[in-house]
């Protein structure tokens, strides 16, 4: 069975690194979060104090 070189190891570490940024930025910058009509409505509503 033949062994990889060092540098060979290198390159496929950095390949999988850079597989793993990219996945996680597309994931970060393309995930659609969008949140409930409950919570924007709760939200909005203010309750008038009385000092």
Known sequence: MPQMS????LTLM???VMIFF???LVNFF????????VFQKWSK???P???
């Open 14 to 16: 950095l390949t999988f």
């Open 6 to 9: 060092p540098l060979k190891w």
């Open 22 to 24: 990219m996945f996680n």
């Open 49 to 51: 104090w009385k000092w």
């Open 45 to 47: 509503t203010s309750k």
């Open 30 to 37: 393309f995930s659609s979060y969008s949140p409930s009509q």
